[in-house]
T-cell receptor, first 116, second 111 residues
Framework: EAGVTQFPSHSVIEKGQTVTLRCDPI?????LYWYRRVMGKEIKFLLH????????ESGMPNNRFLAERTGGTYSTLKVQPAELEDSGVYFC??????????????FGPGTRLTVL | LAKTTQPISMDSYEGQEVNITCSHN???????ITWYQQFPSQGPRFIIQ???TKVTNEVASLFIPADRKSSTLSLPRVSLSDTAVYYC????????????FGTGTKLQVIP
């Protein structure tokens, strides 16, 4: 079974540009989450989808960030315009509703975003 | 969500048993304790979860005392490939599934 995949693995952009990160969850997982770790900080929650609906977006830092999950499959996270402080690693995770272990979220390898 | 406290880092020689203790004094009645492992350049990976007493799987054991204010992750006979950051998390068993990571414990296994 394929795990959570993320694209790209690394993106380098200039301040003011737009970047779109993509996450493909494990097939059949209704829950999809975005997290990020900025330099030297802890991994922080951004938002949570249940299928195509945003369950909780309390962790989104500001309106420069837009997450979508059309059709309830893959998700995109767009940063527009990117700022220097957006640099970090963005993780996506998915989980299955009603799984055997609570909070067994399956994480992707992350996308490293560098804003110059 | 209950706050957790764990060592910032630990070193261990290969072949030794490693115990990482996590404090969670404000754990709620319906909170579970979950541990994740993260290798460099990878996302966190679930390794074990428990509510009370002892849980064991093929990777690790989790010991939880009766008061549940702490828990200990035990890794038997570590190898170099166990070098990673280990996160202790607590959260409710139902409903909202946001995961809150702390600073984690960086385990360095030495040959």
């Amino acid at each position: 079974e394929a795990g959570v995949t993320q694209f790209p693995s690394h993106s380098v952009i200039e301040k003011g540009q737009t970047v779109t990160l993509r996450c493909d969850p494990i097939s059949g997982h209704d829950n999809l989450y975005w997290y990020r770790r900025v330099m030297g900080k802890e991994i922080k929650f951004l938002l949570h989808f249940v299928k195509e609906s945003k369950q909780d977006e309390s962790g989104m830092p500001n309106n420069r960030f837009l997450a979508e999950r059309t059709g309830g499959t893959y998700s995109t996270l767009k940063v527009q315009p990117a700022e220097l402080e957006d640099s970090g690693v963005y993780f996506c995770a998915s989980s299955q509703e009603g799984g055997l272990s609570y909070n067994e979220q399956f994480f992707g390898p992350g996308t490293r975003l560098t804003v110059l | 969500l209950a706050k957790t406290t764990q060592p910032i880092s630990m070193d261990s020689y290969e072949g030794q048993e490693v115990n990482i203790t996590c404090s969670h004094n404000n754990i709620a009645t319906n909170d579970y304790i979950t541990w994740y492992q993260q290798f460099p350049s990878q996302g966190p990976r679930f390794i074990i979860q428990g509510y009370k007493t002892k849980v064991t799987n093929e990777v690790a054991s989790l010991f939880i005392p009766a008061d549940r204010k702490s828990s200990t992750l035990s890794l038997p006979r570590v190898s170099l490939s166990d070098t990673a950051v280990y996160y202790c998390l607590v959260g409710p068993a139902r409903g909202y599934q946001k995961v809150t990571f702390g600073t984690g414990t960086k385990l360095q296994v030495i040959p």
